[in-house]
């Protein structure tokens, strides 16, 4: 294990490629996010190795694109309130401006604000109160329903347990979906996908996933934002080390 100072393609390959090559070709798997720069140190330094994508960086595009249109719809919604707001106070009888209600007490700008978490899950871990916004959300805005059913799509993909060859057929299953629904954040996901899509692939040979270190990699970001910034280095990674380690 190595902790290297930087990102730069040529300043990591030059410390990795200090380790012995004979030690360096036993290295077959490594899991990565969707960085040139990452792959360009691993090509160099590892001659026998497979490089895989990992699902969470996968995912987190899928999720991002359908978050996207939540926050365009959001915006929308916000601006015709406000031209409603004017106009009820141009208006003669100047009566103040009442939002529309949804059945469960929520105006349309909430309704797409308070969603945003529920588009994270699966149906199934909604709680009933996610599940009675869902609803609405889906009967309102279905564009934001077809997204959403693109992405657990795309889940469940990584969740089945199949061969490399049956999730290539799946995947190009998606990828007509993807072209049949016309939604444009995710027809640019789907280039990103088809880009990587060798390397993403390699996941079902091992099922090898970053899913731990992205874990404890948020953990300390949160931490460090907790205690507002580290100015002692040594007696942070103490800290980090008893509360982690």
Do not use: C
Not at 65 to 93: D, F, P, T
Not at 154 to 182: C, D, G, H, P, T
Not at 203 to 209: D, K
């Amino acid at each position: 294990m190595a902790i290297v100072a930087g990102t730069k393609a040529t300043e990591v390959t030059t410390v990795l490629q200090k380790i012995p090559r004979e030690i360096r070709e036993k290295v077959t798997e490594v899991t990565l996010d969707m960085s040139n720069a990452m792959d360009a140190i691993i090509t160099a330094s590892f001659p026998k190795v497979t490089i895989v994508t990992d699902r969470f960086h996968v995912q987190q595009l899928v999720t991002e694109a359908v978050q996207e249109i939540r926050i365009a719809l959001r915006k929308k919604a916000i601006k015709e309130e406000s031209r409603a707001i004017l106009r009820a106070r141009k208006s003669k009888k100047r009566k103040a401006y009442q939002p529309k209600l949804y059945e469960n007490g929520d105006t349309k700008k909430q309704l797409l604000a308070r969603s945003r978490y529920l588009l994270f899950k699966a149906t199934s871990k909604w709680t009933e109160s996610q599940r009675a916004r869902a609803t609405i959300l889906f009967t309102e805005f279905p564009q934001l329903h077809h997204a959403y059913n693109l992405s657990m799509m795309l889940r469940s993909w990584y969740e089945n347990r199949i061969n490399k060859q049956q999730a290539k057929e799946n995947l190009q299953q998606w990828y007509k979906k993807v072209e049949e629904e016309n939604i444009e954040p995710f027809l640019v996901v789907a280039e990103s996908i088809k880009a990587y899509e060798d390397t993403i692939l390699n996941y079902f040979n091992n099922r090898s996933t970053n899913a731990s270190a992205e874990s404890f990699n948020a953990k300390l970001k949160g931490f460090r934002a907790l205690v507002r910034g580290v100015r002692d280095i040594k007696f942070f990674l103490f800290r980090v080390a008893k509360l982690y380690g």
